[in-house]
């Protein structure tokens, strides 16, 4: 307690605090603290009234007083903080976990002013924060997190950073900021990977050698469908679909690093393709003992962006995350599975765990990044794949997005052929706009023509639209190409059933064309509708020449 006499100077200091005189009422406080050294509240009013008076240094001194006191380490740590010293407000901060080892949000304290010069330490104290049973947001978490994960963004992180943002927001929820910064570190993430997208496709030769490997792995024999895989592979590396088919034989040779390996390379050439991050995950959690199960759950994460109604993507990805230690993740993908599918009967396979234990991983193989070329400015190359990530998310407004990227990408180039082809194919996709979309496909051709599915996408549209029920001229040959029976050959090439199936029938009436005009020029169509079975991809690819083929 107080002796009178310093009782009355403190409250004569409170009454200049509250009419704004914090130099007099800092002095007020002064004398109590001195001629009571062990009532810390007097020392600790007069360094917050000297931060008040804009007198940093004597605030910093008067906390200095109270080196043992938690409250006046914090306010230390703050006030540097807010000077701009962060690593001297870290090091008080780390003081003040130790003098409030129960108190947790000391850790978000030291994370925030460690964020930007050291992000994996800071990210660390995040997740020792997450541990604790009374954390909440008022600790200031959020911004914490989102400096966090933006440096660690800047440093080329990306993982580390959405594994941070996922665990915070599924430990207290998800918030508008930390949101926002998920999804951009996302599409940032997926448009790296566009990028250096190298997939091409097999010749017609190389699909039915492929299609012999998965009859013979189908009948038994393993090892002839992996030679017949390996020798494709030596003629077309950059290949994702036989890189796919060669992990599935692979793994059941029992040569599961092999499959790791293949199924990474096919992920790296095309990860569009939801399939293939869904492979990888399976095998990373059935085959090593729970040792990358962070991973996989991670590769589940991306296939289910793209099947957001994949029940069994879901499940998956929750039992890796439950093994892996994130609970709080699990159960929300737990429930997520469940309202999609409740009667789904999956369960844990823990069979193998124990012999995977030790096993061992290859090295992935690598592939040199697809070159900007060098007439296009750098920031619309990646203006246009960013919009291509955009394209692969299911949230409503993504096209919007998308189509944002590709202003600003075709005003840098008003020449680049695979953003205006990906604007037209967005604006067909969503049947808005059939007009745009004609005209951007129009405008590709002019800039580089002869392209044959451009032509036949072009067809397709204008029918849409009322346009034309006339496909349009591509190179000699037009009379045959008016034929009615070569438009409905044609017509049935470019819907509904299988490639295959438009092909044949394309065949059937040249049979019975033989002796009409143009017969020439019609066998052309053919072959070109045999190209677009060899070129057919699932979802959106980058062409031979460049330009981005777009299914509508």
Not at 77 to 95: I, K, Q, V
Not at 379 to 404: C, G, K, V
Not at 423 to 447: F, H, K, N, P, V
Request: hydrophobic share 45%.
């Amino acid at each position: 307690m107080l002796e009178p006499v310093h009782k009355a100077i403190y409250d004569e200091g409170a009454a200049l605090e509250a009419d704004g005189r914090y130099g007099a009422a800092a002095v007020r406080y002064r004398i109590v603290a001195d001629n009571n050294p062990t009532w810390h509240r007097a020392r600790l009013d007069q360094g917050r009234v000297l931060e008040l008076a804009d007198q940093p240094a004597a605030a910093l001194a008067a906390y200095a007083e109270l080196p043992s006191d938690a409250d006046a380490v914090e306010a230390t740590g703050r006030l540097l903080a807010a000077l701009g010293r962060d690593d001297e407000a870290a090091e008080s901060f780390r003081r003040l976990r130790d003098l409030r080892p129960e108190w947790p949000g000391s850790r978000v304290l030291e994370a925030q002013a460690r964020a930007a010069s050291a992000p994996d330490l800071a990210a660390g104290l995040l997740e020792d924060y997450l541990t604790f049973d009374d954390v909440h947001l008022e600790d200031g978490v959020v911004p914490a997190t989102a400096a966090t994960a933006t440096a660690l963004r800047d440093r080329g992180d990306h993982q580390a950073a959405l594994q941070l943002l996922g665990d915070v927001q599924a430990r207290l929820g998800e918030t508008p900021a930390l949101h926002e910064l998920t999804t951009a570190l996302e599409v940032d993430a997926q448009a790296r990977a566009l990028a250096d997208a190298r997939d091409l496709p097999l010749d017609r030769d190389q699909v039915a050698r492929l299609q012999g490997a998965r009859e013979a792995f189908a009948a038994g024999r393993v090892d002839a469908a992996r030679d017949t895989l390996r020798a494709l592979l030596d003629e077309q590396p950059l290949s994702a679909v036989t890189w796919a088919t060669l992990a599935d034989v692979l793994e059941a040779a029992g040569d599961v690093a092999g499959a790791d390996q293949a199924i990474r390379a096919a992920v790296r050439l095309d990860p569009v393709n939801a399939a293939y991050p869904a492979k990888l995950g399976d095998v990373l959690y059935r085959w090593y003992s729970g040792r990358f199960d962070a991973e996989a759950a991670a590769a589940y994460a991306r296939a289910a962006q793209r099947r957001p109604d994949d029940a069994s993507l879901w499940y998956r990805k929750a039992l890796a995350e439950q093994r892996s230690g994130a609970w709080a993740q699990a159960t929300a993908s737990f429930q997520r599975a469940a309202e999609l599918d409740p009667t789904d009967p999956r369960a844990e396979d823990a069979r193998i765990a124990a012999a995977g234990a030790e096993r061992e991983r290859l090295q992935p193989v690598l592939f040199a990044p697809q070159p900007r070329p060098d007439d296009l400015p750098e920031a619309a190359w990646w203006a246009f794949h960013r919009a291509w990530a955009w394209t692969q998310r299911s949230e409503p407004d993504a096209d919007d997005h998308a189509l944002a990227e590709l202003s600003r990408a075709t005003a840098l180039a008003p020449g680049f052929v695979r953003a205006i082809e990906l604007e037209a194919a967005i604006r067909a996709r969503a049947r808005r706009g059939l007009d745009t979309a004609i005209a951007r496909y129009e405008q590709s051709l002019a800039l580089e023509p002869d392209r044959g599915w451009v032509y036949g996408t072009l067809a397709r549209l204008q029918q849409r639209a009322g346009a034309s029920t006339r496909p349009p001229r591509c190179g000699e040959g037009g009379a045959a190409r008016r034929s009615r029976r070569a438009v409905a050959a044609r017509r049935r090439a470019g819907r509904g059933p299988p490639l295959e199936r438009g092909a044949a029938h394309a065949r059937r009436v040249l049979r019975r064309d033989r002796r009409r005009p143009g017969y020439d020029a019609a066998l052309a169509l053919d072959a070109r509708l045999a190209q677009r079975i060899r070129l057919a991809r699932p979802g959106l690819a980058g062409g031979r020449s460049g330009s981005c083929r777009c299914r509508c």
